[in-house]
């Protein structure tokens, strides 16, 4: 018999991921990944969960188990609504299976065949993935760490379905946006009529001081606001949410009904159950506390390992990542290999361009190894640099038979 | 501050659906609701949940609320391939976020704007909405008790994508393939070159006897599978599966992680706790007594009420629907809002059909509703279809005055 199978474009399209292959690689032993972007499996309340379940299931399990509402579970609505630093009905609120489900509806509800789509220089690729089955033109804006630039803005935003931004701890560089750039932006947003898409899975996660409002507050009806559970209660559930102006969310709604039904029930239950009574106040400021630390260590050992290297790398003030950026002339994606035989993973920042790279970049997250590992993988990784560092052209000497030794 | 959004065209076109209108409408105190496809929360295994959710999360919490591998958790997958009826490796099983998500991603990937999709005639309405987001042109095939008719899809078989099936106790008639209707299906669909995604999520609830063997094991090159752990252990977890051809999963995987990365690891978790040691062998049964009961009472009272009002239904061999036929001249859209004056809800047939829909058809579900619920919200629907029934033409009498009050 034959197979008779005619994929879509888009699949024809499709390529492994580059995240993924290379997590397939780290999952070997002694590896240490600074590669995945993980929580740290030491911040997840498992007892508070296990009391979640045996309540959920005492009190409420039948309709815990049964199908359920598109929307999402009342009281989580609420919830979200609640904590928002704007105005949000619980109306407006849309539970997802983890904020990339909000992106694939985004794209449906927003993105046509040859539409234009703007993201950040670079963007998270999660989102590049869950636009693209919806055949989006996509382009990069040229960003400074003031975000956005302006002038690029201006040339593109015209006819573009919306901007994406991720304005606090920004996967995968782990810049943010100040004050005066969000309100800029949401300025210039608004005069270009550019719809804008703000992803916030990161911005509890601040180490001194709290970000700036977020673009959302400033312009509810212009902007659609995601969200997520998976940093700072547990990924394995799969809850975020998104926020939409009340002429987006039925046409979301209808979309997320046609994906997946609905988000489960029982994992809402328990988001909820466990977020009763100030939890997130006792809980996030250790996972805050946590990161800040291992930020720290990671800084530190950068500052160590890489001195003379021509090495460059930023200072997140929050998140789970920060930006590298290697000596003139290397290759983040060529070096892998490299690291990864001396033992250290990341990945390269190529993965996270919509259009042309810059391949000198490269992303590493501080919050799934320890402390020890941290250290030991920075070491890894400076080794790995300075071995291909292009050696200084040497005087030659009369010791030909030696060269073969220093190459 | 302006709006700016510009929605897409497949987003334009979405309307409100109509279940989910009349679910709503049927959330009123009172009616009782042959309409949804809930099943019995008498049959979800709380207690064995309770149990696997403090077992999980006692010695494998970290992992189970962590992110995951997109393809799914490794002991789920076995016990999927295991215990399907063919040859299939762990490795063709994709866990998907319900059974509606493979929808979502097989439309993804087999799907581009206007390929000609082939379904039955009518056919499960998630699957017309999961498939609609690919601007699909999609077409009904022809149907009688044998499946589709071996001329029509002669006719539109060459060029289709793929045909959609549910051969057994299918949403919404209920009706199912005999086997050699699905020797002849298979045979004539490899005969066309024409693919076939099978959807059983209702094969083991069969009442007397276990049905043929699915399409998919006598040609596991040619045809997708989807399942679903709803029917048989709790929709509210949200876990099904797709088997694919090795040609096609990657690109499925693909699909799924831009969807939502992957599906919620602490369930399927649960799942497996749930299903080790043969729960289904003695769970299952008891959801089919139920249910053949439920049928049985079901079809009792439809003899005994609707007697002489030209009303014809089918009696299933398993599942949760029948399907019934109004008399002629009647339509079942139209005479909703009467039926639930009187306190019962049905879904109307039309919101199943692709195309030109039967306006006299009716799905029933026997399984949500209680036996005594069954039975009055039968004899309330008699009396619906009674009171709609054309009078027969009257002899026409000297009393002009009171025509308004019998017409």
Same sequence: chains 1, 2.
Avoid at 110 to 131: M, W
Avoid at 167 to 194: I, K, M, W, Y
Wanted: charged share 20%; net charge neutral; aromatic share 6%.
């Amino acid at each position: 018999m034959s197979t008779p199978w005619t994929l879509s474009r888009r699949a024809e399209r499709m390529n492994p991921s580059v995240i993924r292959e290379i997590l397939k690689l780290t999952a070997q032993p002694g590896i240490i990944s600074l590669a995945g972007g993980l929580p740290s499996p030491a911040t997840f309340p498992v007892d508070a969960f296990a009391q979640a379940c045996a309540e959920v299931l005492a009190t409420d399990g039948p309709a815990a188990l049964q199908y359920a509402a598109s929307e999402g579970h009342g009281p989580l609505r609420e919830w979200v609504a609640a904590q928002l630093p704007w105005a949000v009905d619980p109306a407006q609120v849309l539970i997802t299976t983890g904020s990339q489900q909000a992106l694939d509806l985004v794209g449906k509800v927003l993105i046509d065949s040859g539409s234009r789509v703007l993201v950040e220089t670079p963007t998270y690729l999660g989102a590049l993935q869950a636009f693209a089955p919806m055949e989006p033109q996509i382009e990069g804006v040229a960003c400074t760490d003031e975000g956005p630039d302006p002038d690029d803005l201006v040339r593109r935003g015209p006819s573009a379905r919306f901007l994406y931004v991720l304005p606090n701890f920004q996967n995968p560089t782990g810049r943010s946006l100040s004050e005066g750039a969000r309100q800029a932006l949401v300025q210039q947003a608004d005069r270009l009529g550019l719809p804008l898409v703000e992803d916030n899975p990161y911005g509890e996660l601040w180490f001194d001081q709290p970000p700036p409002a977020p673009l959302s507050a400033r312009h509810p009806d212009g902007c659609l606001y995601l969200g997520s559970f998976s940093k700072v209660l547990a990924p394995g559930l799969r809850l975020g949410y998104v926020v939409a102006p009340k002429a987006i969310f039925p046409k979301l709604l209808q979309a997320k009904q046609a994906a997946d039904l609905h988000t489960p029930g029982f994992n809402q239950r328990l988001a909820s159950a466990v977020l009763r009574d100030g939890f997130m106040e006792r809980h996030v400021p250790r996972v805050r506390a946590l990161y800040r630390q291992q930020c720290r260590v990671m800084l530190d050992a950068l500052g160590h390992e890489m001195g003379g290297l021509g090495v460059q790398w930023n200072a997140p003030e929050g998140g789970m990542f920060l930006w590298l950026r290697l000596p003139e002339g290397m290759d983040a994606t060529a070096l892998l290999p490299q690291a990864v035989a001396r033992g250290v993973a990341y990945v390269p920042g190529a993965a996270f361009y919509a259009d042309s790279a810059d391949p000198r970049t490269l992303r590493l997250s501080f919050v799934t190894a320890s402390e020890d590992q941290i250290r030991s993988g920075i070491a890894a990784l400076a080794a790995t640099v300075r071995e291909a560092l292009p050696r200084p052209t040497a005087v030659p000497v009369a010791r030909p038979q030696s060269s073969g030794v220093t190459a």
